[in-house]
């Protein structure tokens, strides 16, 4: 039977689906820009309801950015780090978005410390190795897992990367050999209106060069997380824990 806890975890707030089962696998998920820290906890859910053999075998990790929005307006919301919604936006409407794929976020590696931290606690209390741990995000989250899962010394099991975008460009290019041959689930909306589709096929093909393992989910839609690359999570802890080939 899944337990859903609240747990501080390193310098977090997270959320924990496990059972009493001490698990295989940690799968982290990190919320996106203006979210609630709780807005995945549906993910692990369903994926846990639609694939019931992962039950006792994985726990689902989700913490809770460290900036609160309230001030910005946004009751609840929550960042890794700010973002300037107006440059975003023009941006894109601009259709010139390649500037962000240079930038590095002041606060990235702030949160990039908290999250190498809070896994560094979380195989301290499985017994797990980094190697034991997945790593992805939505949106402002899956580049913060990007980001981290780079800077590992040891490569995660694996990286999800749901409506990602390239940012740090020449950091991420010199250290993306550190993914060779890890399997990477990504996907992105053809309309996205927020992060562009084709920024996401930067990423895509820097990864692949590289080496990565990456099945990229281009899907009809906008700033969203499809069902079919929900499937292709749970699928591929299947794969890790030898259910299927």
Known sequence: MANLEMRRVAELDCQLITSEQVPLYTMILCHGFGAPGDDLVPVGAQLLTQFPELLDQVQFLFPAAPLQLDCYGIPGGRAWWPLDVDRLTQSVQQRDFGAF?????????????????????????????????????????????????????????????????????????????????????????????????????????????????????????????????????????????????
Not at 114 to 134: A, D, F, W
Not at 143 to 172: K, Q, R
Not at 203 to 218: D, M, Q, R, S
């Open 101 to 245: 794929r240079k930038e590095l976020p002041p606060q990235l590696p702030a949160a990039r410390d908290m999250l190498l931290k809070l896994i560094q606690e979380v195989c301290e209390s499985t017994g797990q190795s980094p190697g034991q741990i997945l790593l992805g995000g939505f949106s402002q989250g899956a580049m913060l897992a990007t980001d981290v899962a780079l800077h590992l010394s040891t490569p995660p099991a694996g990286l999800v990367i749901w409506s990602g975008t390239l940012l740090n460009e020449d950091e991420w290019t010199s250290l993306a050999t550190n993914l060779k041959d890890v399997p990477i689930i990504q996907s992105h909306g053809r309309e996205d209106p927020i992060l562009p589709y084709d920024a996401a096929l930067w990423l895509k093909e820097g990864l692949i060069a590289a080496g990565a393992n990456v099945n990229f989910i281009g899907f009809r839609g906008a700033h969203s997380i499809p069902r079919d690359a929900i499937s292709a999570v749970g699928q591929l802890l299947q794969r890790l824990l030898g259910i299927i080939e």
